[in-house]
């Protein structure tokens, strides 16, 4: 990790968006680097609502022994298969058998959806590891920087994403679970020749695990690196974003 970079955000963090949230990172690696690797959670359990942790200060780890969910499972990297009948369970459901989600019409659409996924294959044998910006050491290398926001926040960062752009569409928010769309798709567009920002938690199941006001933004670093650079050149030095701020703070 650059810690000159981790030194400025931080300062032009606090300059620009004041009280806001800072973000949360994540990244593959063999080793803990002083992240907790908690044991799985009995029942039900959904990563987002365990990231609240993380968002809090605390580092945690995840690989395919502490993840319950199934969905986290596939989408954080750690199995190439989703539960039997999942077509079903996000659909319409089973009579007498189980409870369809009702999030895509058909059955036969989520195959569809599915064929068009494709595995994350750097976690072989690794963690995935998530920490608070302020909390990365020299030897972490974050991948994609996640931000818990409120609209006035999303706003100044939907905004950013965009400086350097002559296409509209810098950010995107395709359809998914609330753990695809901070790990999953962003961790795609890394590798992509125009990296794109991640617009998520529009999943229902998700929400309960934030507050009614909060969505996420995710960026790769590489993107995120950019963003940094242009803070000081950008919409955020202007009247009109003094005017947000002053709400942001509030």
Not at 39 to 56: D, F, H, N, T, Y
Not at 211 to 238: C, G, H, N, R, W
Request: glycine share 6%; charged share 25%; hydrophobic share 40%.
């Amino acid at each position: 990790m650059d810690m000159h970079l981790k030194e400025t955000f931080l300062s032009l963090w606090e300059k620009y968006f004041g009280l806001a949230e800072l973000p949360i990172v994540f990244y593959y690696h063999k080793e803990l680097h002083d992240a907790i690797h908690l044991p799985p959670k009995k029942g039900r359990s959904c990563i987002i609502c365990e990231l609240a942790q993380v968002r809090k200060g605390a580092s945690l780890a995840y690989d395919a022994d502490n993840i319950v969910c199934g969905g986290a499972k596939r989408f954080l990297g750690f199995a190439d298969k989703i539960r039997p009948n999942f077509e079903y369970f996000l659909s319409c459901g089973i009579p007498g058998e189980m409870e369809g989600e009702r999030y895509i019409r058909t059955p036969e659409m989520v195959q569809e959806i599915q064929k068009q996924q494709k595995a994350i294959q750097d976690a072989k044998d690794h963690y995935i590891i998530f920490k608070r910006w302020d909390k990365l050491q020299e030897y972490d290398d974050p991948a994609v920087v996640i931000f818990f926001a409120r609209p006035d926040v999303l706003s100044g960062l939907f905004t950013l994403a965009n400086f350097d752009q002559t296409e509209p569409n810098s950010s995107i928010a395709p359809f998914g679970s609330g753990c695809s769309t901070i790990v999953y798709y962003p961790y795609l567009e890394k590798d992509a020749e125009r990296p794109r920002a991640v617009i998520g938690m529009f999943d229902p199941s998700a929400r309960p695990c934030v507050s009614q006001d909060i969505l996420s933004f995710a960026v790769p670093m590489v993107k995120f690196k950019k963003m940094v650079e242009y803070m000081e050149e950008s919409f955020l030095i202007t009247g009109t974003w003094q005017t947000l701020q002053k709400r942001i703070n509030r």
